[in-house]
Structures are given as structure tokens and as C-alpha cells.
């Protein structure tokens, strides 16, 4: 069994389940190259030192594996001409699919490892055809099923998340009674690499961080932005405009014109759903089921239709878009039966 150990409480404990279990576990540190390129703390040295001290403490082997040119190439890189083209991207998603989860089954290969595991809070069902599913964990406050709606049906029939049935107190009151020295480590940030977007963006792509006219849907110039990079569909604070028709919101993004386009709130009123890179698990091309339009937001009632690689969702009721660029999830009670990335949105 290779574990994938970030150094953290969650993964720590994981390895300890699954010992107490009578697995035979070696432990697998990503060096993802943050801390060297971005000059970031998370996921640097400090984490693989970390790691390696919980493996001996618990007694089992440690190695680490370099996914910095992956990481780069498929996580970083995108981010940055996402927001550069006025998307709103998910790095998270990208990086469990490939980059952590790649690496970690290519490594369990190596080492002639039958599966693998890490401290995920999420779950594995299996429908009764046999397939495999992502499902919510046991904490729904925790719950990261969202960031792993990506693995395909392979992976999963080799993965395990031993926390899948615990709650994040039970975990930290198992790493106190073990004497883990991680039991009370901090969370480590949903965005890894950057603690400004701005900033990296600004770096690598100047030209969307250059200022340009915030405009009605009319084309009624009624103000100025700071970059097309620093806003996102959706937002309401930080615009500096005000006066009649407001109160204003982001509706748009037109990265070609440089242009911020607002609107009211009820234009971001949305039924229907284009969802590009998308994955499905259903049986059928069509399913009644609860879509998550961003990371912990309300599941809402729709009917989603698998058509040519893009999954289409209507929702029972209109509600509130996100940004494109985000993902969609779609879930089938706890199941999760596929996603995308938002291209557009209509009312």
C-alpha cells in the first residue's frame, strides 16, 4: 500500500488506520516545487521533513517523488492563462487528477504496490454494476469529493481514503493518542502555490493585469478596472463604482476587449449549464440529480445530459451562476455521477 503523505495530520493518521488494519504501507511525499519556485512554506522541505519523521515514527518506509515539472506543466501554467483569458479556474481539481493521483499510482507501480491511499475526506462506492464512484465523507464540513470528481473508474479500484468515516476531531484526537507530532499541524490553504493570484499572474502575464473600462451589458462605460485578472463573474465588493443601476455585479469577463462587464444581481440568474472536459458516471445519457456549482455550495435539484464530451445541466429553478472556469459537480445522493468545467451559462 503507498500512502501519499503531505506531512499533515490527515495523512499521518491515515497511515496509522491503515497499519492497525495489518497493511504493509510505504509512505509517498510530492515534491510539487512550490517552496523552491514560488518560494512558498507549503509543500517544501519542511513537509517532506515531516513526513518522513511520522514514517519513522510509525515505523514505515518514506520516499519522496518530484512532480515539480508536472505541477508546473499542468497545474500552474494553466492557472495563470485561465485568469489571463477571464476564466475563474480550480487548480485543486486539476492537481488530484494529474498530478498527485497520477504519480502516486505511477510510483505504487514502481514498487509493486497493489494500491494506494491518502488523507482525503471522501469515499468509494461501488454501483451495482461494479464500477467505482467518488462519495461524500462522513464530514460533510470536510468533504472533498468536489476536488476528487476527476478519478476515472481504474483509479479508484486502487485507491482507498481511510478517513472517508471519521470526522476531523476524531482524527486529531488519534494523532494526540498516537503522539504524532503533526496532531495539531494547521490546514493548509486551498491554494498552494500563490498567496496573491494577482501577483503570479502580473508576473507571467502582465497584459492581464492592465487597467480597461468596466462597462454595462448596454456598453455604457460606468467606470475603471485594475486588470481582468483581479475579478471574477459573480463579485460585488472592490468595483469602485456606484450611482444609477447599481447595486452593481461582475456578469462578464471580455478578455479580448479588456472590458469588466456589470450588471444587476438578477443577471447572474441561470438555469441552464455548458459544461466543457467533462466526465460522466452515469448509466444512462440523461440522470436526475443535485448539482454543486462551487466548492461547499447547496446542492441544487437538476437533470443533467451527457451530448459529445460536454455534459449539459438545466436546474429545477434559476439560481445564482459561478464563474466559468469552475467546476460543476454532480452528485446522485453522495455519489458523485460527473462534472466539468463551466464554459457558459444561460437564463
Known sequence: MLVGMSGGVDSSVAVALLLE??????????????????????????????ARRVAGLLGVQHTVVDVAEAFEREVVTPFVEEYATGRTPNPCVVCNERVKFAALLARADA???????????????TTPAGSRLVARAA??????????????DDALARTLFPLGGMRKPEVRARAGALGLPVAERAESQEVCFADDHVALVAARRPDAVRPGPIETRAGERVGSHAGIARYTVGQR???????PGGPWRVIALDAARNVVVVGSPESLLARRF?????VWRASDATARCSAVL????????CEARS??????????????????G????LYEDDAVLGGGVLERWEP
Open 307 to 324: 451530448e459529445g464530451g460536454a455534459v449539459m445541466v438545466t436546474l429545477d429553478e434559476p439560481h445564482e451562476a459561478t464563474a466559468p
Open 294 to 301: 462551487r466548492y461547499r455550495a447547496r446542492p441544487l435539484p
Open 326 to 329: 469552475q467546476s460543476v459537480v
Open 139 to 152: 464530514d460533510r464540513g470536510k468533504d472533498q469529493s468536489y476536488f476528487l470528481y476527476r478519478l476515472s
Open 111 to 125: 514498487l509493486g504496490c497493489d494500491f494506494v491511499a491518502t488523507g482525503h475526506y471522501a469515499r468509494v462506492v
Open 274 to 278: 455548458v459544461l466543457r472536459d467533462a
Open 237 to 243: 465588493k472592490g468595483l469602485g463604482i456606484g450611482g
Open 21 to 50: 488494519q495489518g497493511h504493509e504501507v510505504v509512505g509517498a511525499t510530492l515534491r510539487l516545487g512550490i517552496a523552491e519556485i514560488h518560494g512558498r512554506p507549503c509543500c517544501g522541505e519542511d513537509g517532506v521533513a515531516e
